[in-house]
């Protein structure tokens, strides 16, 4: 178990172009997240937040994002002659974007004219810091274009990276999501899901999302999961 720092490159594993539209600024440390409050607010104007776990005063409040799962880039022209530039991959603009508020959960899904898929969905909760409205933890749940559904979780840096993110569900075994990069600001974590998962997620009233700093100190993220059996509905037609 090393500590990370922002130099670490990606971990080669396969992380969906959707990645980069999840990605936020988190420049808060660990060792200040782990004094953090949780509290629990929904978009788009939060109210009050919640006491929620002694260890993170946070609020956890959804706010739309562009979905984090694209269609597969255009068809690039024929290889250029010797000498003459590559063309860089032309940019796939939805034809139409829905956005659907679902408690805790915010499910955005883009229509696009053309590609391998011409709907793509993808459902967000983001857990914000009270004091400087700066996020802290996301969970992005998704359908990849082999109609997989996928699970991502952005963290704060200064985690081993090792254990991955512990995510606990009731009375169920825990379930270990493995980092797959961290760079300035941000480290991820993703993984397949398989039914079993998805069928607790949609009845779980609370979740929790456990990482553990390069010091060995753990810091727990209180999820209220509210929400999430109506946005799983949509990901799931999409």
């Known amino acids: 178990m090393h500590p990370m720092t922002p130099a670490f490159r ?5 992380v969906f172009a959707a990645i980069a539209f999840l990605i936020f600024a988190v420049p808060e440390a660990l060792s200040a997240a782990a004094s953090l409050q949780i509290a629990q607010n929904v978009a788009p104007r939060p109210p009050p937040a919640q006491r929620g ?30 000498g003459e530039a590559a063309p860089a991959p032309a940019a796939v603009v939805p034809t139409r974007t829905e956005i659907l508020n679902f408690d805790n959960w915010v499910v955005t899904c883009n229509e696009f004219a053309e590609g391998p898929r011409t709907r793509v969905c993808s459902a967000l909760l983001r857990i914000i810091q009270e004091k400087t409205a700066q996020i802290v933890f996301s969970w992005m ?9 996928i699970t991502i979780m952005q963290t704060p840096t200064g985690v081993a990276i090792g254990p991955g993110v512990e995510l606990r569900i009731g009375k169920s075994a825990p379930r270990r999501i493995p980092f797959a990069s961290c760079e300035t600001g941000h480290c991820v974590a993703s993984m397949a899901m398989d039914i079993a998962l998805l069928r607790e997620l949609t009845v779980a009233t609370t979740a929790e999302a456990v990482i553990q700093g390069s010091q060995g100190n753990n810091v727990q993220f209180n999820i209220q999961m509210k929400g999430f059996d109506r946005a799983y509905t949509v990901l799931s037609r999409s």
């Not at 776990?53 to 880039?73: E, L, N, W, Y």
């Not at 749940?141 to 559904?149: C, E, F, G, S």
């Open 141 to 149: 749940v998704a359908v990849d274009n082999n109609k997989q559904m």
């Open 53 to 82: 776990s002694p260890t993170a005063p946070v609020a956890q409040a959804p706010i739309a994002q562009p979905s984090a799962v694209a269609p597969a880039a255009a068809t690039l022209p024929a290889t250029p002659g010797v």
């Open 10 to 14: 990606p971990i080669k594993v396969v």
